[in-house]
Nanobody
Framework: VQLQASGGGLVQVGGSLRLSCAAS????????MGWFRQAPGKEREFVAG????????SYANSVKGRFTISRDNAKRMVYLQMNSLKPEDTAVYSCAADYTVTGVVENTDLPYDSWGRGTLVTVSS
């Protein structure tokens, strides 16, 4: 599956952004989906993940209560709604797909098979 993330940009502290990830190729419902981010000088970290049928969702502690992941299988899309943004949310955000037959949502990057080019989110104070 090929992935393309979009929706990044410059936003002020406390603002909101909605990231989108479009998937093409493959059978979209065979994949759990995740969002990861990488800030300058830091390692890539898990942000949020959603199972194939949206029954299981996982968030990093740093974004719980502020970010919401969702997917629309008919449209082959995954979204990340980001509210109450903070300067420490500044990073390149990438979506990723994990081919899986289980309902598990992985919160490390190793199980994810496909990665899209990231989109930059900058939160200014």
């Amino acid at each position: 599956v090929q992935l393309q993330a979009s929706g990044g940009g410059l936003v002020q502290v406390g603002g909101s952004l909605r990231l989108s990830c479009a998937a093409s190729g493959g059978t979209f419902t065979d994949y759990a989906m995740g969002w990861f981010r990488q800030a300058p000088g830091k390692e890539r970290e898990f942000v949020a993940g959603i199972s194939r049928g949206s029954k299981r969702i996982s968030y990093a502690n740093s974004v719980k209560g502020r970010f919401t992941i969702s997917r629309d299988n008919a449209k082959r899309m995954v979204y990340l709604q980001m509210n109450s943004l903070k300067p420490e949310d500044t990073a390149v955000y990438s979506c990723a797909a994990d081919y899986t037959v289980t309902g598990v949502v992985e919160n490390t990057d190793l199980p994810y098979d496909s990665w899209g080019r990231g989109t930059l989110v900058t939160v200014s104070s």
